[in-house]
């Protein structure tokens, strides 16, 4: 058994096809999803903590949780300069670290002006690691020839359910949320430096122009990130508020509308696991099409529930239909032009906006209407999945693309599409 492709004449960007030591590197940006994922989950459990330390009201804390996202979005565009600048393995390391170091900040701020102002540099070192990470997923799919976008995403998810279950613990123990995340933060920083080691050394090619600093994503990034904006609209709806809706709507206890949370969250980590398997055997479009199907069958499963258990199986099949949506939408971005991680970008700034906006678009519609109406909006975007999802057949690797369909024009495609099987397969 062999643990490396054929190679290729010395490139400053390894020749098309060529990836030296492939189930190391496919293992390690793995991990690297995972601890990206530890972070987020370690600094969600601790929130309350946060809340209390500094006595927020609910809609002081909201302002607040505002601010990561909005430090994504703006910080996002600049991650093509790191990995064009300093190759993509340095540009992953450099920027995994800053995110993991950002986790010790939000229990140190002092009061709400410096928590927005921590939390917005916590939420552009988040995104900036995001698009570099994802970028550096998609090169790797891209010359191992096989799906993988959606166990990464699935990984992601694992690292973050297993840090939040830490943190529930330490929150259980009264610990100081100010040393549980100093040391999680060290740890997770200690775990990252010998996992970015097996990443490809990818880079640039001497003459490959640097991408400007900010610039608007490529057009068809746009459409990609419509697809994603979909799929995210119902992940952070179902997040924020499918608890509120079984106590409201069906008359759950506490516990089972806690309840509800897990099963959504369970369901699309174990479905990002097992999505590569599925995108392989039925391509990027026909999996977007089903997985559309069944997260359209939850949303109506919810808004038709008139008792608890029904709400929560729906909240499970939206989480099972959205799950592999957001990974093939960055695998198709991740095959648009010669820059992938701007059009990365564009697609994570537009997909990322709906987690932003839609927990609040639920709480206008239900305050104007109804939670259930609101829901019906959810079911709504879920089907357009299945409208939409033939702007993802860029996400299908050569390998994976089932038998008599044809790809796209790839006039915008670059030079390192060209993918070659591992030789141990």
């Given at each position: 058994?062999t643990?490396s492709?054929?190679?290729g004449?010395?490139l400053d960007?390894?020749?098309?096809?060529?990836?030296?030591?492939?189930?190391?590197?496919?293992?390690s940006?793995s991990?690297?999803f995972a601890?990206?994922?530890?972070?987020?989950g370690s600094?969600?459990t601790?929130i309350?903590?946060?809340q209390?330390?500094?006595?927020?009201s609910?809609?002081q804390?909201?302002?607040?949780?505002?601010m990561p996202?909005?430090g994504?979005?703006?910080?996002m565009?600049?991650?093509g300069?790191?990995?064009?600048?300093?190759?993509?393995?340095?540009?992953?390391?450099?920027?995994i670290?800053?995110?993991?170091l950002?986790?010790t900040?939000?229990?140190?701020?002092?009061?709400?002006p410096l928590?927005?102002?921590?939390l917005?540099g916590?939420g552009?070192?988040a995104?900036?690691a995001?698009?570099?990470?994802n970028?550096?997923?998609?090169e790797?799919e891209q010359r191992?020839g096989?799906s993988i976008?959606s166990?990464?995403?699935?990984?992601w998810?694992a690292g973050?359910?297993?840090a939040?279950a830490?943190?529930?613990l330490?929150?259980h123990q009264d610990?100081?949320?100010?040393l549980?995340?100093?040391?999680?933060a060290?740890?997770?920083?200690?775990l990252?430096?010998p996992?970015?080691?097996g990443?490809?050394?990818?880079?640039?090619?001497?003459?490959e122009?640097a991408?400007?600093r900010?610039?608007?994503?490529?057009?068809?990034?746009l459409?990609?990130?419509l697809?994603?904006?979909c799929?995210v609209f119902?992940?952070g709806?179902s997040?924020?508020?499918s608890?509120v809706?079984?106590k409201?709507?069906?008359?759950a206890s506490?516990?089972v509308?806690a309840?509800?949370y897990?099963?959504?969250?369970?369901t699309?980590?174990?479905?990002?696991?097992a999505g590569?398997?599925?995108?392989?055997?039925l391509?990027?479009?026909?999996?977007?099409?089903?997985s559309?199907?069944?997260?359209?069958?939850?949303?109506l499963l919810?808004?038709?529930a008139?008792?608890?258990a029904l709400a929560?199986?729906g909240?499970?099949?939206?989480?099972?239909?959205?799950a592999?949506?957001?990974?093939?939408?960055?695998?198709a971005?991740g095959r648009?032009?010669?820059?992938?991680?701007?059009?990365?970008a564009g697609?994570?700034?537009?997909?990322?906006?709906s987690?932003?906006v839609a927990?609040?678009?639920?709480g206008?519609?239900a305050?104007?209407t109804?939670?259930t109406?609101?829901?019906?909006?959810v079911?709504?975007l879920a089907f357009?999945?299945l409208?939409?999802?033939?702007?993802?057949?860029?996400?299908?690797p050569?390998?994976d693309r089932?038998?008599?369909?044809?790809?796209p024009?790839?006039?915008?495609r670059r030079?390192?599409d060209n993918v070659?099987?591992?030789?141990?397969?």
């Amino acid at each position: 058994m062999t643990d490396s492709l054929t190679t290729g004449p010395p490139l400053d960007r390894p020749a098309a096809g060529t990836l030296e030591r492939p189930r190391r590197a496919r293992a390690s940006i793995s991990l690297v999803f995972a601890v990206h994922g530890a972070v987020s989950g370690s600094f969600v459990t601790r929130i309350p903590w946060i809340q209390d330390r500094l006595d927020l009201s609910p809609g002081q804390l909201g302002l607040a949780l505002v601010m990561p996202a909005i430090g994504s979005s703006l910080a996002m565009p600049l991650a093509g300069r790191f990995v064009h600048r300093y190759g993509g393995r340095a540009a992953v390391r450099g920027l995994i670290s800053l995110w993991c170091l950002a986790l010790t900040l939000p229990a140190l701020a002092p009061s709400l002006p410096l928590l927005c102002l921590i939390l917005l540099g916590y939420g552009a070192t988040a995104g900036m690691a995001d698009v570099a990470m994802n970028a550096q997923g998609v090169e790797i799919e891209q010359r191992l020839g096989r799906s993988i976008m959606s166990g990464l995403h699935g990984m992601w998810s694992a690292g973050g359910l297993l840090a939040s279950a830490f943190g529930i613990l330490a929150a259980h123990q009264d610990l100081d949320a100010r040393l549980q995340l100093a040391v999680t933060a060290l740890v997770l920083l200690g775990l990252a430096q010998p996992i970015c080691r097996g990443l490809p050394d990818l880079r640039a090619a001497e003459d490959e122009e640097a991408p400007p600093r900010f610039a608007l994503p490529p057009r068809s990034s746009l459409v990609i990130g419509l697809v994603g904006f979909c799929a995210v609209f119902a992940e952070g709806a179902s997040m924020d508020w499918s608890g509120v809706y079984l106590k409201d709507v069906t008359g759950a206890s506490a516990t089972v509308a806690a309840a509800s949370y897990t099963a959504f969250a369970l369901t699309m980590a174990v479905s990002r696991l097992a999505g590569d398997a599925a995108i392989r055997r039925l391509g990027a479009v026909r999996a977007t099409r089903i997985s559309g199907a069944i997260a359209t069958a939850g949303g109506l499963l919810v808004v038709l529930a008139d008792r608890p258990a029904l709400a929560v199986a729906g909240f499970a099949l939206i989480g099972i239909g959205i799950a592999v949506v957001v990974p093939l939408a960055f695998a198709a971005a991740g095959r648009i032009g010669t820059n992938p991680s701007q059009a990365i970008a564009g697609v994570a700034t537009v997909t990322y906006t709906s987690g932003l906006v839609a927990p609040a678009v639920i709480g206008a519609l239900a305050q104007a209407t109804s939670l259930t109406v609101s829901f019906g909006v959810v079911a709504a975007l879920a089907f357009a999945l299945l409208l939409s999802a033939g702007a993802l057949r860029r996400a299908e690797p050569a390998a994976d693309r089932p038998a008599g369909t044809d790809h796209p024009a790839t006039t915008d495609r670059r030079p390192t599409d060209n993918v070659i099987a591992p030789s141990s397969k």
